[in-house]
C-alpha cells in the first residue's frame, strides 16, 4: 500500500545538538517530497521541499533534507537545534502532482 | 490578504448540528485544498479545486461532507448532521498552480463535536 512513515513519534534533543528526523515513503515512482513544521495553534510552514536533481535540498531555518532512492527516504537534518524548533514535524509526498500525503508526524522537544 | 484565512478558528458543535467552515485562500491562488487532521495525527487529504472546478474529492469521508467554491476563490467546508467522529482540525491550503509551487496552509478550524 501507498503510505508515508516517519519511524519516530517524539525525539527529545539538547539544544545545540544535531538533529535528524526520519521520513520513509512507499510509491512506485518518485514523488514530489516536502518537510513542514507545525507549531501549537498554527498552521503548517513548509521547510523545504525536492522535485528533482541535486538529492541534498536547502530549508529555512537551518534545516535541510537528503533524498536517498534507494532508500525511498527523505530525512530531515539540522547541525544545531535551537529551542524554537521545538514542534511537530510532517514529511509529507505528492504522488500525482496534485495533494498531498502526510506522515504521522514526528514531535520534536528540545531541552535547555 | 497576506495569507490563508479560516474562520471560525474554533467550533463547538452539538451532535447532529450541520457546521461550515470557511477559506479565504491568498489572492489570486488557483488551486485550493481541505485536510483533516485528527488529534496527534498527520493532516488527511479531503478534497482540491482548482479553481470553482472540484477535481478530487476522493477523500471526504462520507456523503455528511459536501465543499464548495463556487466564485473561484473563498471556499465552504460543510458537515452536515455532525458527529463526534468529525471533531478535528479542518486545515485549508492554496497555492498558485497546483502543488510544484508553494502551497500556504491557514490556521485551521478546531471542531469539537459534543
Known amino acids: 500500500a501507498q503510505s508515508v512513515t516517519q519511524p519516530d513519534i517524539h525525539i527529545t534533543v539538547s539544544e545545540g545538538a544535531s538533529l535528524e528526523l526520519r521520513c520513509n515513503y512507499s510509491y512506485g515512482a518518485t514523488p514530489y517530497l516536502f518537510w513542514y513544521v507545525q507549531s501549537p495553534g498554527q498552521g503548517l510552514q513548509l521547510l523545504l521541499k525536492?522535485?528533482?536533481?541535486?538529492?541534498l535540498v536547502q530549508g529555512i531555518k537551518g534545516f535541510e533534507a537528503e533524498f536517498k532512492r534507494s532508500q525511498s527516504s527523505f530525512n530531515l537534518r539540522k547541525p544545531s537545534v535551537h529551542w524554537s524548533d521545538a514542534a511537530e514535524y510532517f514529511c509529507?509526498?505528492?504522488?500525482?502532482?496534485?495533494?498531498?500525503?502526510f506522515g504521522p508526524g514526528t514531535r520534536l522537544s528540545v531541552l535547555p | 490578504g497576506a495569507g490563508v484565512s479560516q474562520s471560525p478558528r474554533y467550533k463547538v458543535a452539538k451532535r447532529g448540528q450541520d457546521v461550515a467552515l470557511r477559506c479565504d485562500p491568498i489572492s489570486g491562488h488557483v488551486s485550493l485544498f481541505w485536510y483533516q487532521q485528527a488529534l496527534g495525527q498527520g493532516p488527511e487529504f479531503l478534497t482540491y479545486?482548482?479553481?470553482?472546478?472540484?477535481?478530487?474529492k476522493s477523500g471526504l469521508p462520507s456523503d455528511r461532507f459536501f465543499a464548495e467554491r463556487p466564485e473561484g476563490s473563498v471556499s465552504t467546508l460543510k458537515i452536515q448532521r455532525t458527529q463526534q467522529e468529525d471533531s478535528a482540525v479542518y486545515l485549508c491550503?492554496?497555492?498558485?498552480?497546483?502543488?510544484?509551487?508553494?502551497?500556504?496552509f491557514g490556521q485551521g478550524t478546531r471542531l469539537t463535536v459534543v
Open positions: 491550503a492554496s497555492s498558485s498552480t497546483g502543488l510544484d509551487t508553494e502551497a500556504f
Open positions: 479545486f482548482q479553481n470553482e472546478a472540484q477535481l478530487d
Open positions: 509529507a509526498v505528492d504522488p500525482y502532482g496534485q495533494n498531498f500525503v
Open positions: 525536492y522535485f528533482s536533481g541535486d538529492t
